[in-house]
Antibody
C-alpha cells in the first residue's frame, strides 16, 4: 500500500541542524509532490514547503526560507527536510505528505530542541 | 503568510449538522479552488477528508461536505457522530505558490 515512513525522533541543541527523511513506497515516487508540515505541541498545522520530486524544484514558506532545505533521492525513493539554526520554538512534530492534496502522510518525526 | 481564520471550537449533538468556516483572502481561498480539509484526532496524523473544495477522497463519508463563497470556505458535517470529535484544519494554495493552513477548529460532540 501507499506509505511514507519517516526517520526517528531527534534531540538537538539550539543552533544545530536536523535532517529528516521520508521514504516512499507503494506508488511511483516521481509522480507526486512531497510537502513538509510541522505541528508544535498544542498548536496548529504549519506548512513548511514542497518539493517536486520529478525535477527537484522546491518552494518554501517565507517563514522558513532561509533555514529549510528540501531535497530528494529518487533512486532511494526518499525525500529529505533539513532545518538549520534550530531554536527552542522549532520543537515540533515534522511530517511529510504526498501530492498536492496531501493525501497520504508520514507518521511524523518528533524534534526536540533543548540545551 | 498568516493562517486562515477558523473558529476555535464548534459543538453539536449527535445527529445534528455543524459547519466550520475558513476565511482567507483574495490571494488564497478566494482565488483558487485548491482548498482541502483535514481531520486530526489527538495524537494522530491529519487525514484528508475534502479536496478541491467539494471532492471526497476514496473512503471518506459523504457526511462531510465542502463549499466556498468568496474568500470563505466551509466544511459541513451532517449526522454528527461521536467519532467526528477531532480537530479540523482547512488548507489553501496561495498566489505565491505556497500553501497555508487554517488556525484549526476543535469539534466537540455533546
Amino acid at each position: 500500500q501507499v506509505q511514507l515512513v519517516q526517520s526517528g525522533a531527534e534531540v538537538k541543541k539550539p543552533g544545530a541542524s536536523v535532517k529528516i527523511s521520508c521514504k516512499a513506497s507503494g506508488y511511483t515516487f516521481t509522480s507526486y509532490l512531497i510537502h513538509w508540515v510541522r505541528q508544535a505541541p498544542g498548536q496548529r498545522l504549519e506548512w513548511m514547503g514542497w518539493i517536486n520530486v520529478a525535477n527537484g524544484d522546491t518552494k518554501s514558506s517565507q517563514k522558513f526560507q532561509d533555514r529549510v532545505t528540501l531535497t530528494r533521492d529518487t533512486s532511494a525513493r526518499t525525500a529529505y527536510m533539513d532545518l538549520s539554526s534550530l531554536r527552542s520554538d522549532d520543537t515540533a512534530v515534522y511530517s511529510c505528505a504526498r501530492s498536492a492534496y496531501m493525501d497520504v502522510w508520514g507518521e511524523g518525526t518528533t524534534v526536540i530542541v533543548s540545551s | 503568510q498568516s493562517a486562515l481564520t477558523q473558529p476555535a471550537s464548534v459543538s453539536g449533538s449527535p445527529g445534528q449538522s455543524i459547519t466550520i468556516s475558513c476565511t482567507g483572502t483574495s490571494s488564497d481561498v478566494g482565488r483558487y479552488d485548491y482548498l482541502s480539509w483535514f481531520q486530526q484526532h489527538p495524537g494522530k496524523t491529519p487525514k484528508l477528508i475534502i479536496f478541491d473544495v467539494t471532492k471526497w477522497p476514496s473512503g471518506i463519508s459523504n457526511r462531510f461536505s465542502g463549499s466556498k463563497s468568496g474568500n470563505t470556505a466551509s466544511l459541513t458535517i451532517s449526522g454528527l457522530q461521536a467519532e467526528d470529535e477531532a480537530d479540523y484544519y482547512c488548507c489553501s494554495y496561495t498566489s505565491t505558490g505556497t500553501y497555508v493552513f487554517g488556525s484549526g477548529t476543535k469539534v466537540t460532540v455533546l
